[in-house]
């Protein structure tokens, strides 16, 4: 921040002022945020224990969990402290803070989701070229490229954003330090920031979706192509699985990013990113993987062994 930057701290709007709906969104919101990371933490555990599961496909699955926590942990904590102490306020560190990891996570997040529709089309469509293209090593460097890039597609904007003068008002349309709102509070000309943040999630969400929806529709050609209406059903049941959470997460995100202007007009962006910073989060190990048969077969295997243990110490 510069010298000429009078504002400290920025006042998140959130939801209400009324203090008992307060009291009732902090409930509802610390309920989804436990069994968010409940869910999530469960999928990493049994991923990492069952030898089964060290698949690339379930490699994948480990560390989109571990995104989700991240990411949902990035503004859901400070959500829960505001609406629990009824202040609003964030310092300007603070909020920076929150955007890096926020956007950093997500961005992540898009490019793993790429990554792991790509490991079906070679898994589906490429079965004898599977093993030897992703191996270890390989799938090591998709997510570490995720992380890469999505630190380094929003770290130099976000600098250039908090170098700009705030010089009031500091009040944040949000229930989190939003990019784009934080735009509007700017004390100077932010067009051309602006149009480099749009265009930067513009690329990152619709690169990343073109991606996958090549991915998904050369699967979707193999699939209908297999003899075995029980491979093509079993194939189709995966898919679906996958294919919901993307809608789900690419749907919210370009309702708020891609679409900023239009969003904000319907005043509809806070009850998305809800969506997208909750829902999404909560659903995800349901959807993608504690109803997949080879997940429940290891939790079931694994609950076993645990009761067993629990009865007789000494085996």
């Known amino acids: 921040m510069e010298n000429q930057t009078a504002v400290t701290e920025f006042i998140l709007l959130g939801f209400t002022d009324v203090r008992w709906l307060q009291i009732l969104l902090f409930v509802l919101f610390?309920?989804?945020y436990v069994l968010t990371l409940a869910g999530n933490i469960l999928i990493i555990s049994i991923t990492l224990v069952d030898r089964r599961l060290h698949t690339p496909m379930y490699f994948f699955l480990r560390n989109f969990s571990l995104l989700e926590i991240g990411f949902t942990s990035a503004s859901i904590p400070k959500?829960?402290?505001?609406l629990a102490s009824g202040h609003q306020s964030i310092s300007v560190a603070g909020c920076f803070a929150q955007c890096l990891f926020y956007l950093t996570v997500g961005t992540a997040e898009f490019c793993l989701l790429a990554a792991m529709s790509f490991d079906r089309y070679m898994a589906i469509c490429n079965p004898l070229q599977y093993t030897s293209i992703?191996?270890?090593?390989?799938?090591?460097?998709?997510?570490?490229?995720?992380?890469?890039?999505?630190?380094?597609?929003?770290?130099?904007?976000?600098?250039?954003l908090f170098r700009l003068p705030f010089c009031g008002p500091n009040i944040i349309n949000h229930f989190f330090c939003d990019n784009?709102?934080?735009?509007?509070?700017?004390?100077?000309?932010?067009?051309?920031?602006?149009?480099?943040?749009?265009?930067?999630a513009t690329s990152s969400i619709l690169g990343t979706l073109a991606v996958t929806?090549?991915?998904y529709f050369k699967i979707i050609s193999t699939v209908m192509h297999i003899p075995s209406t029980a491979e093509r059903q079993k194939a189709f049941s995966t898919c679906a699985s996958h294919l919901t959470v993307i809608s789900i997460t690419y749907g919210s995100c370009i309702f708020m990013y891609v679409t900023p202007t239009w969003s904000s007009r319907l005043d509809l962006?806070?009850?998305?990113?809800?969506?997208?910073?909750?829902?999404?989060?909560?659903?995800?190990?349901?959807?993608?993987?504690?109803?997949?048969?080879q997940v429940k077969e290891a939790l079931r295997d694994t609950l076993s062994q645990s009761m067993v243990f629990s009865k007789n110490p000494k085996m």
Request: glycine share 4%; net charge positive; aromatic share 14%.
């Open 30 to 32: 610390l309920i989804a």
């Open 79 to 82: 959500v829960l402290f505001n």
């Open 134 to 160: 992703m191996n270890s090593h390989f799938c090591n460097w998709l997510v570490l490229g995720s992380w890469l890039i999505g630190f380094g597609y929003v770290f130099v904007p976000l600098v250039l």
């Open 180 to 200: 784009f709102e934080l735009l509007k509070l700017a004390c100077t000309d932010t067009q051309l920031l602006g149009l480099l943040d749009f265009l930067l």
């Open 213 to 215: 929806v090549f991915s």
């Open 269 to 293: 962006s806070r009850a998305v990113a809800v969506l997208n910073n909750v829902v999404s989060p909560l659903l995800n190990p349901f959807i993608y993987s504690l109803r997949n048969k």
